[in-house]
């Protein structure tokens, strides 16, 4: 039955069901301001019970700097539209060099904003359903403003809403120095003034250096680096898997000559090799392993204690790709438990073998 079901092609799910897409991690990257901004929406609690006022939030990830934002009694798409415009006028952003990131709230997928950036020649940007790691900077912009000691509990009314986050959003633009674009204001950063400030702090750290060295014990002292990129999910080295890793090139290991390739996975560009100079036998019944007063002892001691024998190796050992020469100090060990009395020529080792 299931043969006559197969060729008809049966077998599967025959239920329409609804399979979700597969979405896109978003990477932006933004090297100076008014390339990459995030906005969000966030609540503020009213005066009672189930009632909010709704802060609007547009922030440039390379500067920090809040560009717009706005109080209102409504989340919607509508009142989204005249904070946007305001922005890009004031900044004076030319179209096709913006990209508006945001969260897939209701008015960040509405028509409505879609179309308005498509007219303003906004590249639109989403994060992944349920992932708040894809719009970082304005969840800690908003981290920032609720943990302030002068955020109040509740806010009387939409004015006195007004009041402080104007009063906030000047001190953050002007006065606070963020940790994450080198201790400096996001005006300094946004109008282009990193430079002149990290040559003031160097000159600074320099001549104090001069005064008193004695307070600077490891090296003279520098100032934090200048802002250069923001990355909202920067690129990871993809990790090679063993197979990849067996297929580059093999390691020659010291005077013997022989070829040594490694099955330790490794990521980016740096390969973990295994590297000894004098290779140990392991004993029976240690599992491939080498330890306690075993390491020293000769071939020939092993082999009188009946101590010398086949043994299955661990899948991370080392693998000998071009042969070992056999030695008394070190010889072949055969990987099967019945090669060694194969009637094998001594000349002729076998196609696997292993080194401890």
């Known amino acids: 039955m299931y043969r006559v079901l197969e060729d008809n092609d049966e077998i599967r799910e025959r239920r329409n069901q609804l399979r979700h897409p597969v979405y896109r991690k978003p990477e932006l990257l933004a090297e100076r301001p008014n390339q990459v901004w995030s906005w969000d929406i966030t609540k503020l609690i009213g005066p009672t019970k189930w009632s909010y006022f709704y802060l609007y939030v547009i922030l440039d990830i390379f500067s920090r700097r809040v560009v717009g934002w706005c109080v209102a009694d409504a989340e919607s798409a509508v009142l989204f539209r005249p904070l946007l415009d305001d922005a890009i006028a004031k900044h004076q952003v030319p179209p096709g060099q913006l990209t508006l990131h945001a969260d897939r709230g209701g008015p960040m997928k ?32 908003f981290k920032t403003l609720k943990y302030q000691p ?141 330890k306690g007063a075993k390491r020293d002892r000769s071939h020939a001691q092993r082999s009188e204690h009946g101590e010398d024998q086949p043994f299955d190796a661990p899948e991370h050992l080392a693998t000998i790709v071009n042969g070992w020469p056999e030695s008394a100090e070190f010889p072949i060990l055969p990987t099967g438990r019945g090669e060694r009395n194969a009637g094998t020529h001594p000349n002729r080792p076998p196609m696997s073998m292993i080194r401890a």
């Open 110 to 141: 509405a028509k409505a904003t879609a179309l308005l950036l498509a007219d303003l020649g906004v590249t639109r940007s989403h994060n992944r359903p349920h992932t708040s790691n894809d719009n970082p900077f304005s969840e800690s912009h």
């Open 150 to 290: 002068r955020f109040p509990k509740r806010f009387g009314c939409i004015e006195d809403a007004k009041s402080f986050c104007r009063s906030f959003f000047d001190w953050y633009n002007k006065d606070h120095h963020h940790a994450g674009i080198g201790l400096m204001t996001p005006d300094q950063v946004h109008y282009g003034q990193t430079d002149a400030v990290h040559a003031a702090r160097q000159a600074t750290l320099e001549r104090a250096f001069r005064e008193n060295p004695q307070r600077f014990v490891n090296k003279p002292p520098s100032p934090p680096n200048k802002p250069t990129a923001a990355w909202i999910n920067p690129p990871v080295p993809r990790r090679v898997t063993t197979e990849d890793t067996e297929s580059r090139e093999v390691l020659q290991h010291g005077a013997t000559g022989a070829s040594i390739r490694t099955t330790q996975p490794f990521v980016g560009g740096t390969e973990r090799t295994i590297r000894r100079s004098r290779p140990k036998l392991p004993g029976a019944g240690s599992g491939g392993r080498v």
